[in-house]
Every structure is written in structure tokens, then in C-alpha cells.
């Protein structure tokens, strides 16, 4: 069985119109939602075995205040592979994800996390910033977990439902 979390990075802030978006930083909403995540990941004992997120830095950030109120204490990889990935491309990644790790973290953006999310599930589901959806598949290996019709989709938080 694996299992496959995304979560998009909490909410950015849009006030420096000169800041490239790559460096947008988490507005005060952002920096409320992502320490609410990690703690429903340790509450929910969804606590990966792999995380990985992409460069940006709101993305970054989010990731920092899920590390430090889930006490997700395994290995994190940051990578450009993930911004502005789409579907064919998050698929790609996610095939070649080590199979020693049976739950794996994405933190990414959309559209790639909807498109993606779709693909492996059937299912269009809109992902609100900072909202976490669990795929689960009967898959052994990360690109097993890729053929259709194997992931299901069981859940999905979206931040407003915590409050």
C-alpha cells in the first residue's frame, strides 16, 4: 500500500507587486494554515515517510511550520521539479519516488496538484490553499501507483473546515 499526500503551500501574500512569484512570502492566513496542517497530520497519524516540496518560497514555508507542529523528524527534499509542474510532470516525479517510503508528502501548487490529483483518482477536486488530500493506492512501487484507475481518493481537509 502506498500513499500519497498533497498539500498545497498555504496561502502567499500579493503585496509587493515587484516580487517575483517565486519569492512570494505566506501571508498572515498562510502562516495561521500551515501550523494547523501539520498538526492534522499528526493528528490524523498521517505523518509521512518522505516529504517533498517545491523551491518557492511560500511553499518553503509552509513546509517549515508542518515540520514544526506535526514533529515530522524523516527526510525533506526541496526541488525546483515541483514549481509550476503539471500534471504529465508531478506524474512523472511521483513514479520515481524511492519505494522504501510507503507515505510521501508533495507540497506544490496549482493547477499541477488538481490536474494530478484527477489523474490518479478520477475525481476533480478543487484544492484551496494549504488543503491536504490522502491518496491511497494497492500499489508495491511509486509507478505502479501511477496506472489508472489503482489510486483512490480518501480524503480531503481543506484549512476552513479546522477553524
Excluded at 65 to 93: C, D
Aim: proline letters at 4%.
Amino acid at each position: 500500500m502506498k500513499t500519497l499526500l498533497l498539500l498545497r503551500h498555504a496561502k502567499s501574500s500579493w503585496k509587493d507587486a515587484d516580487l517575483d512569484d517565486h519569492d512570494r512570502p505566506l501571508n498572515k492566513r498562510g502562516k495561521r494554515e500551515a501550523p494547523r496542517m501539520g498538526q492534522l497530520l499528526k493528528d490524523e497519524n498521517l505523518l509521512p515517510d518522505f516529504l517533498v516540496a517545491s523551491t518557492a518560497r511560500r511553499a518553503r514555508k509552509t513546509v517549515e511550520h508542518v515540520i514544526q507542529h506535526s514533529g515530522y523528524r524523516g527526510e525533506t527534499r526541496i526541488t525546483g521539479e515541483l514549481y509550476e509542474a503539471r500534471q504529465h510532470e508531478l506524474l512523472a516525479f511521483v513514479s520515481e519516488l524511492p519505494d522504501t517510503a510507503k507515505r510521501v508528502l508533495l507540497v506544490g501548487h496549482n493547477p499541477g496538484l488538481e490536474e494530478l490529483l484527477e489523474a490518479l483518482t478520477g475525481q476533480c477536486v478543487a484544492l484551496t490553499t494549504a488543503a491536504l488530500a490522502q491518496v491511497e493506492s494497492p500499489a508495491r512501487s511509486w509507478k505502479q501507483f501511477r496506472e489508472e484507475g489503482h489510486a483512490q481518493l480518501v480524503k480531503v481537509w481543506q484549512p476552513r473546515e479546522l477553524e
